[in-house]
Structure formats: C-alpha cells, structure tokens
C-alpha cells in the first residue's frame, strides 16, 4: 500500500481559496489513481474529485466542479486540490486516497478504497 498524508487546511471566509496538499509514500506512486473525499460531521464521506494515474483525466462531483481542481506531480508524489470559491457547506475533514483502479464510476465510491491519509480540516465562515 501507499502511505498518504494531507496539508493545507484551515479556516477561510466564504468566497476564499485554500490548496490541499497530499504527499505519498511507499509503493510505485504512479499505479495509483488519486482521490479526494470529505467528510462533514453526521454525513457520510463522499467523493470529491479524482485524477487518472498520469493525470490526463479528472471527475468532480457536481457539487464542486468549475470550482475545484485536482491535480498531481508525479515526480514530487504529491496530489493537490485548489479549491476556490468556497462556501460554508464545503466544511468538512478532506481525505486523500489512493486506489489502483481508476474508472469514473468506481472511484467515486469510499469503499473501493485501501489507502487513506489522516485528513485535513476545512472550515468555511459565512
């Protein structure tokens, strides 16, 4: 398995921007589609964005598409999330997750996933 840890969380004004980072280590980094998923509290965690293994291809849940982007640098193992434009209800814990598949259906579900980080909090003030 891959080891993940996330960075970059805080609190930000609604309409502010914040930039998730997720470092990796441990196995080949590049075998590993990489997702985002955030978690508010009594709610399910739920799918946010993930990227393809070279990082061609990209989905968002439609909460949050045109307003975040995902992206990776393979040689650093690092997977990003900018988030601009954010709104109270984007107030969640934000996991980082890796899996060796990739397929636009699939890996918007949590439970496909092995690897995990510890979570960033974000908090957006209204």
């Known amino acids: 398995q891959v080891q993940l840890r996330e960075s970059g969380g805080g609190l930000v004004q609604a309409g502010g921007s914040l930039r998730l980072s997720c470092a990796a280590s441990?196995?080949?980094?590049?075998?590993?589609?990489m997702s985002w998923f955030r978690q508010a509290p009594g709610k399910e965690r739920e799918f946010v964005s993930v990227?393809?293994?070279?990082?061609?291809?990209?989905y968002y849940a439609d909460s949050v598409k045109g307003r975040f982007t995902i992206s990776r640098d393979n040689a650093k193992k690092m997977v990003y999330l900018q988030m601009n434009s954010l709104k109270p209800e984007d107030t969640a814990v934000y996991y980082c997750?890796?899996?060796?598949?990739?397929?636009?259906?699939?890996?918007?579900?949590?439970?496909?996933?092995?690897?995990w980080g510890q979570g960033t909090q974000v908090t957006v003030s209204s």
């Open positions: 997750a890796a899996a060796l598949t990739y397929d636009s259906t699939w890996s918007r579900e949590a439970k496909n996933y092995g690897s």
């Open positions: 441990g196995r080949t980094f590049t075998n590993y589609a």
């Open positions: 990227i393809s293994m070279s990082g061609g291809t990209t």
